[in-house]
């Protein structure tokens, strides 16, 4: 499977992040937008407001770390129609651990035109997941606590990667946190084909440089 490269901007200089998007969209296959609330996870960073209001050519991630991600999935798609232009390759992932009837909630997101997506927490079960995967587009496995950028690949997750490419080989995995020209060989021979990386991209002092040797 082909490499994707999914940059965060979580890491990138938020008082220009329109800038900061178009400095590497020429070089990566999407954006990755961290949503988070401060209650499904302990950090607060953007709404479906801001997200209206950035551009990107390539497709958008994103990723909501929120609470009852069921009531805000159209204000999001509307907020990406304005960001993409369209919504129709742009994935939505919610977290299985904040939607209570999972497969519900993966409908709405596809009946609003909206690849689906889901992410589990480093400690949750591939179990919790396993019923849905023919509703999927893509599936995020964590390799952080998710809330902050900066912190350590956990090489815990790996056996987790294995075992969901064995169950659905033709899937993407979406791997978050920690990605670096190093964690991401562990991660690809797992079984991963999907890299967010934020703070090894953004804290480059070449970031196409960097992006490129995530692909190699």
Do not use: W
């Not at 809330?147 to 979406?174: D, H, W, Y």
């Amino acid at each position: 499977m082909n490499i994707l490269i999914s940059p965060s901007i979580l890491s990138s200089d938020f008082g220009k992040l329109n800038e900061e998007i178009h400095s590497i969209e020429s070089y990566v296959d999407m954006i990755h937008m961290d949503i988070m609330d401060g209650h499904f996870v302990p950090n607060i960073t953007f709404g479906a407001p801001i997200l209206a209001k950035l551009k990107s050519t390539k497709p958008l991630d994103v990723h909501l770390m929120i609470e009852n991600p069921e009531k805000y999935l159209e204000d999001f798609a509307k907020a990406i129609d304005k960001a993409h232009g369209s919504r129709n390759d742009c994935f939505i992932t919610i977290h299985a651990e904040a939607c209570p009837n999972l497969s519900h909630t993966l409908r709405q997101i596809t009946e609003i035109g909206c690849r689906a997506s889901v992410s589990i927490k480093p400690a949750t079960s591939l179990d919790t997941i396993k019923s849905a995967l023919n509703e999927l587009d893509m599936v995020l496995l964590m390799t952080v606590n998710p809330g902050f950028g900066g912190q350590e690949f956990m090489e815990s997750v790996l056996p987790k990667i294995r075992e969901l490419r064995k169950l659905a080989p033709t899937l993407n995995i979406e791997v978050d946190g920690g990605v670096n020209n190093e964690t991401a060989k562990l991660a690809i021979e797992a079984g991963a084909n999907v890299l967010v990386s934020g703070s090894f991209i953004f804290g480059s002092k070449d970031r196409i440089a960097a992006i490129k040797s995530l692909r190699n």
